[in-house]
Nanobody, 125 residues
Framework: VQLQASGGGLVQPGGSLRLSCEVSGYTLDYYAIGWFRQAPGKEREFVGGLARSTVTFYADSVKGRFTISRDSARNTVYLQMNYLKPEDTAVYYC????????????????????WGQGTLVTVSS
């Protein structure tokens, strides 16, 4: 399976961006999908996830601002990011893991088997 993340860019604080994660090789239904980010000098951190095709969960730092959705016809998962802050600046990655994985596993990078290449989001005025 391959993942292709896109949609990053430069946005002002308070603005919005939508990232896309296109999955190829297998249908989305076979996987849990996670979004992670990594800022310079920091570890990769969990942002949000989609499990069992419809269940979404988020890090506290983005809850209420970020929303994950899916388009089955396009085999694509989206990360809608609103009210962006400078601290959201990072390279964002999407990843695929076993659909049967438990929630706690999906909160860590180790819970995923496949990764996209990352897309840079910069929040700055």
């Amino acid at each position: 399976v391959q993942l292709q993340a896109s949609g990053g860019g430069l946005v002002q604080p308070g603005g919005s961006l939508r990232l896309s994660c296109e999955v190829s090789g297998y249908t989305l239904d076979y996987y849990a999908i996670g979004w992670f980010r990594q800022a310079p000098g920091k570890e990769r951190e969990f942002v949000g996830g989609l499990a069992r095709s419809t269940v979404t969960f988020y890090a506290d730092s983005v809850k209420g601002r970020f929303t994950i959705s899916r388009d089955s016809a396009r085999n694509t998962v989206y990360l809608q990011m609103n009210y962006l802050k400078p601290e959201d600046t990072a390279v964002y990655y999407c990843a695929a893991g076993p659909k049967t994985a438990i929630r706690s596993t999906l909160l860590t990078p180790g819970g995923y088997n496949y990764w996209g290449q990352g897309t840079l989001v910069t929040v700055s005025s």
